[in-house]
T-cell receptor
């Protein structure tokens, strides 16, 4: 039979709006989380990271929130710009445990920013 | 640019061909990685090298053979691939082999005919 393709979640926003991209992770032992942005024809680009001893971290126009209770991670982008249009991936790792070296990626979310 | 350079950017090969992908990092990192990105799956870790030693082989078929001659260079040798191996192959590096804060190259888009 035909394989089912990976259907990525999508988010469409207007330029200037704030964007929130969500990610659920499965491994309760994960202690490091990271967000990547991937534009067409390029490799993933680091945005921001957070360790499990924090629940919030801010960068330039971006904020990552971590809720360990429900194993949920979110990326907030303030004043979204057309150049923010890309696929956004969350990734997790338990760097000190059995998953040493194995950064595990989520499926990604397609963000489209309309001028 | 991220400081990680991959060549070639595009590669088309037959199932009986032998080819190699090359990756070079200019970041002074000690760990290098190969990831596979296909349209039907999330990014998949293939191999990890830390200080030139392979620390992870994520159940990758033997038709993929990595080589890491030094901490700055990583190769992926390809032999008798299958059409389902068509994907974007991404190289990454990090300061150590824990897998945190990877810097990725732009990838090699591989098509196997």
């Amino acid at each position: 039979g035909e394989s089912v393709g990976l259907h990525l979640p999508t988010l469409s926003v207007q330029e200037g709006d704030n964007s929130i991209i969500n990610c659920a992770y499965s491994n309760s032992a994960s202690d490091y989380f990271i967000w990547y942005k991937q534009e067409s024809g390029k490799g993933p680009q680091f945005i921001i990271d957070i360790r499990s001893n924090m629940d919030k971290r801010q960068g330039q126009r971006v904020t990552v929130l971590l809720n360990k209770t429900v194993k949920h991670l979110s990326l907030q982008i303030a004043a979204t710009q057309p150049g923010d249009s890309a696929v956004y991936f969350c990734a997790e790792i338990n760097a000190g445990g059995t998953s040493y070296g194995k950064l595990t990626f989520g499926q990604g979310t397609i963000l489209t920013v309309h001028p | 640019e991220t400081g990680v350079t991959q060549t070639p950017r595009h590669l088309v090969m037959g199932m009986t061909n032998k080819k190699s992908l090359k990756c070079e990092q200019h970041l002074g990192h000690n760990a290098m990685y190969w990831y596979k990105q296909s349209a039907k799956k999330p990014l998949e870790l293939m191999f990890v090298y830390n200080f030139k030693e392979q620390t992870e082989n994520n159940s990758v078929p033997s038709r993929f053979s990595p080589e890491c001659p030094n901490s700055s260079h990583l190769f992926l040798h390809l032999h008798t691939l299958q059409p389902e191996d068509s994907a974007l192959y991404l190289c990454a590096s990090s300061s150590d082999g824990r897998g945190e804060k990877l810097f990725f190259g732009s990838g090699t888009q591989l098509s196997v005919l």
